[in-house]
């Protein structure tokens, strides 16, 4: 499947946008009204974005490691102060170490590659400068790292139809099942208040034979904000949510892990 519009869903029924007719008629226009601003910056396709439209909803509030993100002052620091420590050697000697795997890794055939938990698009920007990719969607929770990516893609010129910005919940991703043929998803699963759940929904929504590159910190780092993992524990999580066991390869550098799927 190769259609932008065919992968985006409702994160509440899971129905494409683009099929009619949907199945949950409450979160349908405001779903379709946001659809229909492709390719203008920036869709909220959160769960809670619809459900605020159709009663009074109070938004619950996520774990501080997934709502600190969500800080003007967190998201403008991000990109500004991380990427040089990480190019020490904290964060697989840095982004574009990360990329060249990651592309290397996806190969020539995906047309829909899906950065999940963007933040700033420091990975987004580099696949659709790379010019290989049809589409590219880059989602996030936080709306201000995702305003942080409209600003950096501005200064590197890149259009907005380029990339797809989508606020969204990995937890509630709003994307059909079997719908991309690739994801990357850098240092993000430990931020996740469920990493079993945002794994699962990854697995749903990527097509058989769809890749999936993803990256996080390891334990003995403490699970105290965040939470860390084992290479073990890692493995549990990716075939837990589906992904066959000799299509789960999960490597540590130091700290740092890296894992690949094939579903
Ligand atoms: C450490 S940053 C990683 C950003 C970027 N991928 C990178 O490689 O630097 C973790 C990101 O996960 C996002 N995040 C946390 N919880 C999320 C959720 N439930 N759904 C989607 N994104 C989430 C945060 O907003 C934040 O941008």
Redesign the pocket.
């Given at each position: 499947m190769s259609s932008l519009q065919d992968a985006i869903a409702c994160p509440l029924c899971r129905q494409p946008l683009a099929k009619l007719p949907q199945g949950c008629e409450e979160c349908f226009n405001y779903f379709k009204t946001e659809l229909e601003k492709i390719p203008t910056p920036l869709m909220d396709l959160t769960p809670s974005a619809a459900l605020a439209q159709i009663e009074i909803y109070i938004v619950p509030r996520?774990l501080l490691?997934?709502e600190l993100?969500?800080s003007p002052i967190i998201?403008f620091l991000?990109?500004r102060v991380?990427p040089p420590i990480w190019a020490m050697g904290l964060r697989n000697r840095g982004?574009d170490v990360?990329f060249q795997q990651c592309t290397e890794f996806f190969g020539q055939g995906p047309e829909i590659v899906v950065?999940?938990?963007?933040?700033?698009?420091?990975?987004a920007r580099r696949l659709a400068q790379l010019g290989q990719y049809k589409h590219i969607i880059a989602?996030?929770?936080?709306e201000t790292?995702l305003q942080q990516l409209q600003q950096q893609m501005q200064l590197d010129s890149i259009p907005p139809s380029q990339i797809t910005i989508i606020r969204?919940?990995?937890?509630a991703l709003p994307l059909a099942a079997d719908s991309v043929d690739a994801i990357y998803?850098?240092?993000?699963m430990?931020?996740?208040?469920n990493p079993e759940e945002?794994i699962s929904n990854i697995y749903r929504v990527l097509r058989r034979g769809g890749k999936l590159f993803a990256?996080t910190f390891l334990k003995p780092l403490p699970s105290v904000v965040f939470r860390f993992f084992t290479v073990d524990e890692l493995r549990q999580i990716f075939i837990t949510a589906g992904f066959h066991p000799d299509q789960v390869w999960v490597e540590a550098k130091g700290i740092y892990g890296i894992i690949k799927c094939l579903k």
């Open positions: 996520k490691r997934t993100f969500r998201s991000y990109e991380l982004i990360e950065d999940i938990s963007c933040g700033t698009g420091m990975m989602l996030d929770y936080s790292m969204a919940d990995v937890e998803t850098g240092a993000a430990h931020c996740w208040p945002g990256t």
